[in-house]
């Protein structure tokens, strides 16, 4: 079935550094790809999505890239700030997903340091 | 801008007990879900509803679960009899209507089963 994996975590950055988070997916056919954010204490917000191949996600700074040929929508920023910790989820839905339904990788907690 | 309710924000029972979470959708959406978080692990899909009835649920979302839409405007889940690993977040989550690819998040409920 569908799958997503994302790289562990915690990851601690100081601010102003660059951030990678991987995270690549196993589906049939084209999927829509997500990032999800969730900061202490709040439910998830959409950060960015992609609906086809080659589309770039991008919002507040952060970017992602959907890549067919290598099953990946790895998230970036290029200068991160202490207001940017928070659990990061990538999400996909399927294409023969009837209910819509979201299939998350693991989570990735981001600690940007002053 | 419109936000998904969840109540309660944390929830404690004891195990065998019944408990219902309450969710209010962002009106006018008409793709409702229900997933939850163990903690340390993945948000894992439970149940999609769509036109007053399941459109999916996963295996976790065995007879002891149910859901329903009671008033048009609240969408509950229902946990029969609690057990020590029903103990997690659960998140709400709508989507609006065909052709919609943004499902919006609840601030979740945390429940604690003894």
């Known amino acids: 079935g569908d799958s997503v994996t994302q790289m562990e975590g915690p990851v601690t950055l100081s601010e102003e550094a660059f951030l990678t988070i991987n995270c690549t997916y196993t589906a049939t056919g084209y999927p829509s790809l997500f990032w999800y954010v969730q900061y202490p204490g709040e439910g998830l917000q959409l950060l960015l999505k992609?609906?086809?191949?080659?589309d770039k996600g991008s919002n507040k700074g952060f970017e992602a890239t959907y890549r067919k040929e290598t099953t990946s929508f790895h998230l970036e920023k290029g200068s991160v700030q202490v207001s940017d910790s928070a659990v990061y989820f990538c999400a996909l839905r399927g294409v023969y997903n009837q209910g819509g339904k979201l299939i998350f990788g693991q989570g990735t907690e981001l600690s940007v340091k002053p | 801008e419109p936000e998904v309710t969840q109540t309660p924000s944390h929830q404690v029972t004891q195990m065998g007990q019944e408990v219902i979470l309450r969710c209010v959708p962002i009106?006018?959406?008409?793709?409702f879900y229900w997933y939850r978080q163990i903690l340390g692990q993945k948000v894992e899909f439970l149940v999609s509803?769509?036109?007053?009835?399941?459109?999916?649920k996963s295996e976790i979302f065995d007879d002891q679960f149910s859901v329903e839409r009671p008033d048009g405007s609240n969408f509950t889940l229902k946990i029969r009899s609690t057990k020590l690993e029903d103990s997690a977040m659960y998140f709400c989550?709508?989507?609006?209507?065909?052709?919609?690819?943004?499902?919006?998040f609840g601030p979740g409920t945390r429940l604690t089963v003894l």
């Open positions: 009106s006018n959406h008409l793709y």
């Open positions: 992609a609906t086809k191949a080659d």
């Open positions: 509803f769509y036109n007053n009835e399941i459109s999916e």
């Open positions: 989550a709508t989507l609006g209507g065909a052709g919609a690819d943004t499902q919006y």
